[in-house]
């Protein structure tokens, strides 16, 4: 095979076509993200702030965690989102009684080709909905890690490769904390924003009791984009600018953060927040990043990697003294 037949082989989709996954124009990109926006406002009400926090994500390559009380519609956003775009969604109920094998997929015997076979777990999906994950054990939340870092699995010493594109949005509820697990940092740190939604005002309550009154709007849903169009959407965050000077200001944040608490963001947070700004600033039309983009996204993407020194204060109240007391050259 020659290196432009491995190049492009590469690029081979689920049905053995190729795409070069050409960068969309800017325009065109804010576009698809407004239409994907629009079509999860059909389910998702009050809760536009969220919806942009959540397509910022994935058009930056990262994960997503969802924390909130149970019932606000955490998992219904995720749901909205997958169906939004036209790739394949899977989710993976969390329990106590999970095994890793049940997430990352197992060998199975053949009694007859007398041969293993692989048998894919529910992370092989474009968007995987992991509920609830922090009801499960340790052992079985770290086999997200390589997935959620390397974008593969390795199941007895072979390593595969995750669909692209690859997002894994987990929920969380934080009550009951005596029948959860914490979530050990090196997971944390690998979602590029965790958000809150809140509960919804009164008029928003009324307009989902409206809307729900008869079948739910998930049901009827159509896909606003499609799984190339949200490759091509990526490359395009992937080639937006990020000056120099811009790079400086999300160093110092960073090392603001370490300075001031007992655990500061680490580099995979500053290159997730760069990677945020550039989605960011495809969203509002600009091919490069400007201060504003870093200061919008800086605390969804930064208040959840710190621990403070004092039970005082949280990891937000640091990333706003951060973003406060740093000067923009």
Not at 162 to 174: G, H, S, Y
Not at 214 to 221: A, C, F, K, T, V
């Amino acid at each position: 095979m020659s290196d432009a037949e491995a190049e492009a082989d590469l690029d081979r989709d689920a049905e053995g076509e190729f795409h070069d996954h050409a960068p969309l124009p800017v325009s065109e990109a804010a576009d698809l993200v407004g239409r994907v926006a629009d079509n999860v406002g059909e389910v998702i009400v009050g809760n536009d702030a969220a919806v942009e926090h959540i397509l910022v994500t994935v058009l930056a390559r990262g994960h997503l965690l969802l924390e909130d009380v149970p019932g606000v519609g955490k998992t219904m956003l995720a749901r909205s989102l997958a169906k939004s775009v036209d790739c394949e969604f899977k989710r993976v109920q969390f329990t106590p009684d999970l095994l890793p094998s049940d997430v990352t997929g197992i060998n199975v015997y053949n009694q007859k080709s007398g041969e293993f076979e692989f048998r894919p777990g529910p992370v092989f999906a474009n968007i995987v909905l992991g509920d609830e994950i922090n009801r499960a054990p340790p052992k079985t939340q770290s086999a997200l890690l390589e997935a959620m870092e390397e974008r593969q699995v390795t199941v007895d010493g072979v390593t595969r490769e995750l669909p692209d594109p690859f997002t894994v949005i987990a929920t969380q509820n934080d009550v009951e904390p005596g029948r959860t697990y914490e979530l050990p940092l090196a997971e944390i740190d690998r979602f590029m924003k965790k958000l809150r939604l809140g509960y919804p005002s009164k008029a928003d309550e009324s307009e989902i009791l409206a809307r729900t009154a008869g079948n739910h709007p998930i049901e009827s849903l159509e896909a606003a984009a499609t799984t190339e169009e949200l490759r091509r959407a990526r490359a395009t965050v992937g080639e937006v600018e990020v000056s120099e000077p811009v790079r400086d200001y999300v160093t110092e944040l960073a090392t603001y953060t370490r300075e001031h608490a007992q655990l500061g963001v680490s580099p995979r947070g500053s290159i997730a927040l760069v990677r945020a700004s550039q989605a960011r600033a495809v969203l509002d039309g600009r091919d490069y990043v400007v201060p504003d983009d870093v200061q919008t996204e800086a605390p969804s993407v930064f208040a959840h990697r710190v621990r403070p020194r004092t039970g005082s204060e949280s990891g937000l109240d640091v990333v706003e003294d951060a973003l406060s007391t740093v000067a923009v050259e």
